[in-house]
């Protein structure tokens, strides 16, 4: 036929690798669209370029005049660069990006044009952000945002069709300075983790303090699909997955046969991206090899949060803009395919500073191994005492296919230790390391116990949360999800472990001669009370399924509906409020906006589900009714009776999808619920479970109906591209 998919099956086979200049050496490309610590200690004098390297490395504020002389200088270096545009740039509680565009060239009185940018205009944005979900702020600051620059996260050259902008990360907050934004939190908790750290590392003796950071590396997982295909699937352009697609016949096991090398276009793609991602400073590493076909990886080396985070954002830009360059469509969807595997994003997580080194890292000294474990420790009671909250930090209509389902990581948050140290810490919860104590002096043998080789085929894939030898992984966070939310998170239940601990701490101290033991005792504790979120088994189980919830007293949280109301919790309230990193206020609007975002992803993929069976599904289904009808009643005319078997089968399936069309439809617009919670309940369940039941029958046609009838490129298509 010539309808779009018979034409894109035939337009593939022609499809060519883009052309691309020969990638140019590192050294060269490096960096050199960002005006980082580097640039302007050539274009800055001693004096400011000091203030600014203390900003950059502390988050202390800057002084107007500096700010005056760096926007002067960061004006200068763009502009000698082809830059005519500067932009604050954002990212809305949405994980979205956001972009205000404004010009260097202002008018004068005059007439004349003149270039302009000053300290403030460097610092405040012009108020904008009315199409931005603030919640209930909305009532009280007539959704009014403001963005700020924040100087701790370098400002860039951003190359488009319409020429190059000066990119200026900056943060976004309402009239009155509440965050509407995923930075803003995540600034804070770094600075709560900061002085709760302090605290335990001043106790332990620690005495030259630099400020503590928190690092991320994310590894970033993406389907690509040819846009010749793409373009007739309006649900994987509109919703970013598929809402019908029968499996394949072989499942993912095929892509042995099929994929074992990466199409050349696909490495002129990524070679094409790391070129981009390189001059932007953003040091990434693409990974060939994913489990499904048409899946791929890229990993960016680990930064501090708040760079790393706002180079995530970028990345996940740059993926989707050069794939279509490319001719791919790029999903970041969590799960764009059925009984394919899906795309998360693990973060890497790690806390510490330029005087005490990486806190999560073992370390070869016993005293150093103490302050490792208090670490480690800290945040096994944070994962333990506020599960819901990462589970909700990480919770959306698209990731609940991944965590809900019978998908990894499951939806109970757990920490995976190793076996080395999951046996320590159980050591340390049964006192028994207090029996190898020798003549008065505890010998912990610490350094030898520590003494880990990362081994990678050796960790526990299944658990959401993994120690791996010198960080935490949490693996249960979405591909397409901001990076930010989790380590909001990750940094304020540590923020308020690390308080704990240092209360415990200092009583324990004052009570013993001896460091270890005082450690070991608040440890104890600390194990008696959170020990039981320790897993090391098989986290896909029915059996931990099961023994979570029964034995251990853990949450099993299958779905957003489920997930986002701890954020209403008093004991979440009271976290955020006396780390300082969110006002009850500004949480409450964080639901509001998490909630709204949720119902809105399950009504546009109902009315897409609607419409695609109404108008694709449903006419290819009759057209082969008819042709089979008219084969039968032919065939009856010369005396033949065909077995109607089929023409039955498909009738009666037809039949049965659009009755469930119907009854979909007439539920989509319902929306007089008491609470937000109810009304995402009922998408969880009701409208989920009626799109889920059309696409039963759909998928039942789509083995049935001719190929030459079937509208959507299939499975098979979308996976397989050359
Ligand atoms: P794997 O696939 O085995 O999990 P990768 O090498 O793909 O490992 O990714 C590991 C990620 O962890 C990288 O982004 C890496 O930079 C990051 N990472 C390494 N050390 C740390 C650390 N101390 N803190 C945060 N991230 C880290
Ligand atoms: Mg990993």
Same mark, same amino acid.
């Given at each position: 036929?010539?309808?779009? /998919?018979?034409?894109?099956?035939?337009?593939?086979?022609?499809?060519?690798?883009?052309?691309?200049?020969?990638?140019?050496?590192?050294?060269?490309?490096?960096?050199?669209?960002?005006?980082?610590?580097?640039? =302007?200690?050539?274009?800055?004098?001693?004096?400011?370029?000091?203030?600014?390297?203390?900003?950059?490395?502390?988050?202390?504020?800057?002084?107007?005049?500096?700010?005056?002389?760096?926007?002067?200088?960061?004006?200068?270096?763009?502009?000698?660069?082809?830059?005519?545009?500067?932009?604050?740039?954002?990212?809305?509680?949405?994980?979205?990006?956001?972009?205000?565009?404004?010009?260097?060239?202002?008018?004068?009185?005059?007439?004349?044009?003149?270039?302009?940018?000053?300290?403030?205009?460097?610092? $405040?944005?012009?108020?904008?952000?009315?199409?931005?979900?603030?919640?209930?702020? /909305?009532?009280?600051?007539?959704?009014?945002?403001?963005?700020?620059?924040?100087?701790?996260?370098?400002?860039?050259? =951003?190359?488009? *069709?319409?020429?190059?902008?000066?990119?200026?990360?900056?943060?976004?907050?309402?009239?009155?300075?509440?965050?509407?934004?995923? $930075?803003?939190?995540?600034?804070?908790?770094?600075?709560?983790?900061?002085?709760?750290?302090?605290?335990?590392?001043?106790? !332990?003796?620690?005495?030259?303090?630099?400020?503590?950071?928190?690092?991320?590396?994310?590894?970033?997982?993406?389907?690509?699909?040819?846009?010749?295909?793409?373009?007739?699937?309006? *649900?994987?352009?509109?919703?970013?997955?598929?809402?019908?697609?029968?499996?394949?016949?072989?499942?993912?096991?095929?892509?042995?046969?099929?994929?074992?090398?990466?199409?050349?276009?696909?490495?002129?793609?990524?070679?094409?991206?790391?070129?981009?991602?390189?001059?932007?400073?953003?040091?990434?590493?693409?990974?060939?090899?994913?489990?499904?076909?048409?899946?791929?990886?890229?990993?960016?080396?680990?930064?501090?949060?708040?760079?790393?985070?706002?180079?995530?954002?970028?990345?996940?830009?740059?993926?989707?803009?050069?794939?279509?360059?490319?001719?791919?469509?790029?999903?970041?969807?969590?799960?764009?395919?059925?009984?394919?595997?899906?795309?998360?994003?693990?973060?890497?997580?790690?806390?510490?500073?330029?005087?005490?080194?990486?806190?999560?890292?073992?370390?070869?000294?016993?005293?150093?191994? #103490?302050?490792?474990?208090?670490?480690?420790?800290?945040?096994?009671?944070?994962?333990?005492?506020?599960?819901?909250?990462?589970?909700?930090?990480?919770?959306?209509?698209?990731?609940?296919?991944? #965590?809900?389902?019978?998908?990894?990581?499951?939806?109970?948050?757990?920490?995976?230790?190793?076996?080395?140290?999951?046996?320590?810490? !159980?050591?340390?919860?049964?006192?028994?390391?207090?029996?190898?104590?020798?003549?008065?002096?505890?010998?912990?043998?610490?350094?030898?116990?520590?003494?880990?080789?990362?081994?990678?085929?050796?960790?526990?894939?299944?658990?959401?949360?993994?120690?791996?030898?010198?960080?935490?992984?949490?693996?249960?966070?979405?591909?397409?999800?901001?990076?930010?939310?989790?380590?909001?998170? =990750?940094?304020?239940?540590?923020? *308020?472990?690390?308080?704990?601990?240092?209360?415990?701490?200092?009583?324990?101290?004052?009570?013993?001669?001896?460091?270890?033991?005082?450690?070991? $005792?608040?440890?104890?504790?600390?194990?008696?009370?959170?020990?039981?979120?320790?897993?090391?088994?098989?986290?896909?189980?029915?059996?931990?399924?099961?023994?979570?919830?029964?034995?251990?007293?853990?949450?099993?949280?299958?779905?957003?509906?489920?997930?986002?109301?701890?954020?209403?919790?008093?004991?979440?309230?009271?976290?955020?409020?006396?780390?300082?990193?969110?006002?009850?206020?500004?949480?409450?609007?964080?639901?509001?906006?998490?909630?709204?975002?949720?119902?809105?992803?399950?009504?546009?993929?109902?009315?897409?589900?609607?419409?695609?069976?109404?108008?694709?599904?449903?006419?290819?289904?009759?057209?082969?009714?008819?042709?089979?009808?008219?084969?039968?009643?032919?065939?009856?005319?010369?005396?033949?009776?065909?077995?109607?078997?089929?023409?039955?089968?498909?009738?009666?399936?037809?039949?049965?999808?659009?009755?469930?069309?119907?009854?979909?439809?007439?539920?989509?617009?319902?929306?007089?619920?008491?609470?937000?919670?109810?009304?995402?309940?009922?998408?969880?369940?009701?409208?989920?479970?009626?799109?889920?039941?059309?696409?039963?029958?759909?998928?039942?046609?789509?083995?049935?109906?001719?190929?030459?009838?079937?509208?959507?490129?299939?499975?098979?298509?979308?996976?397989?591209?050359?």
């Amino acid at each position: 036929g010539n309808q779009p /998919r018979m034409l894109a099956i035939a337009e593939i086979n022609n499809r060519e690798p883009m052309p691309v200049d020969m990638p140019e050496a590192l050294s060269k490309i490096w960096a050199t669209d960002v005006f980082n610590l580097a640039t =302007m200690e050539e274009a800055l004098s001693k004096n400011a370029f000091k203030a600014m390297k203390n900003t950059v490395q502390t988050g202390a504020a800057l002084d107007p005049g500096t700010a005056d002389v760096v926007a002067a200088a960061m004006k200068d270096w763009a502009i000698s660069k082809g830059v005519k545009f500067f932009s604050h740039i954002f990212y809305p509680m949405t994980n979205a990006t956001a972009e205000k565009h404004d010009g260097f060239i202002i008018t004068n009185s005059d007439g004349g044009a003149i270039t302009e940018f000053t300290g403030s205009l460097l610092i $405040k944005g012009e108020p904008d952000g009315s199409s931005f979900p603030n919640g209930s702020l /909305r009532m009280t600051n007539a959704a009014r945002g403001y963005t700020a620059w924040d100087p701790t996260s370098p400002a860039y050259i =951003m190359h488009t *069709d319409n020429g190059a902008t000066l990119m200026i990360p900056s943060v976004f907050m309402s009239w009155t300075g509440e965050a509407l934004d995923k $930075k803003i939190p995540l600034l804070r908790s770094n600075a709560a983790m900061d002085k709760s750290a302090r605290k335990v590392l001043s106790l !332990m003796g620690e005495t030259d303090i630099a400020t503590l950071n928190s690092s991320c590396g994310a590894e970033q997982e993406y389907f690509l699909v040819d846009e010749n295909f793409a373009s007739s699937r309006p *649900d994987l352009l509109l919703a970013g997955r598929s809402l019908f697609g029968a499996p394949p016949a072989k499942g993912q096991e095929f892509d042995d046969h099929y994929f074992g090398a990466i199409p050349e276009r696909v490495q002129v793609f990524m070679q094409d991206l790391e070129d981009k991602l390189y001059r932007l400073g953003i040091p990434a590493k693409t990974h060939h090899n994913e489990v499904a076909p048409g899946q791929f990886e890229i990993a960016p080396y680990f930064e501090s949060a708040n760079v790393a985070s706002d180079h995530q954002q970028m990345l996940m830009t740059l993926l989707k803009l050069t794939a279509k360059k490319h001719g791919f469509l790029c999903l970041l969807h969590e799960k764009p395919f059925a009984g394919v595997n899906g795309s998360g994003k693990h973060v890497n997580w790690s806390v510490g500073n330029s005087t005490q080194g990486n806190l999560l890292d073992p370390g070869s000294t016993p005293d150093k191994n #103490l302050i490792f474990l208090l670490f480690c420790g800290a945040v096994i009671r944070g994962v333990h005492a506020y599960g819901p909250l990462l589970r909700a930090a990480i919770a959306s209509a698209a990731n609940d296919h991944r #965590l809900g389902a019978n998908e990894a990581p499951p939806a109970i948050l757990s920490v995976y230790l190793g076996d080395q140290l999951e046996k320590l810490f !159980m050591d340390i919860k049964e006192g028994k390391l207090n029996e190898t104590a020798k003549g008065g002096e505890m010998d912990l043998g610490l350094t030898q116990i520590l003494k880990f080789e990362r081994d990678p085929g050796d960790r526990n894939r299944t658990s959401p949360f993994a120690f791996t030898g010198n960080r935490f992984e949490f693996r249960a966070v979405g591909s397409s999800q901001s990076v930010s939310g989790p380590l909001v998170a =990750m940094n304020t239940m540590l923020a *308020d472990s690390l308080d704990w601990i240092a209360e415990k701490l200092e009583a324990s101290l004052a009570a013993s001669s001896n460091q270890t033991e005082a450690v070991i $005792k608040v440890l104890q504790e600390l194990m008696q009370q959170h020990g039981n979120v320790v897993f090391g088994g098989d986290g896909y189980s029915p059996e931990w399924h099961r023994m979570a919830v029964e034995e251990r007293g853990l949450k099993n949280i299958p779905t957003t509906a489920d997930a986002l109301p701890a954020l209403l919790e008093a004991d979440v309230i009271e976290l955020f409020k006396k780390t300082g990193v969110l006002t009850p206020v500004e949480l409450a609007s964080r639901y509001e906006v998490y909630a709204e975002q949720y119902i809105l992803a399950i009504e546009v993929e109902a009315k897409l589900v609607v419409d695609m069976a109404k108008t694709l599904i449903y006419p290819a289904a009759m057209s082969y009714l008819s042709d089979l009808s008219s084969a039968i009643s032919g065939a009856r005319e010369v005396g033949v009776e065909l077995d109607a078997t089929v023409v039955n089968k498909v009738a009666a399936e037809t039949g049965a999808m659009m009755k469930a069309v119907e009854e979909l439809s007439s539920l989509i617009g319902k929306h007089d619920f008491d609470t937000t919670e109810d009304h995402m309940k009922f998408c969880a369940d009701t409208i989920r479970g009626l799109m889920d039941e059309v696409r039963e029958h759909a998928d039942y046609l789509e083995l049935e109906v001719s190929d030459e009838l079937w509208p959507l490129p299939k499975y098979r298509e979308l996976l397989f591209f050359r």
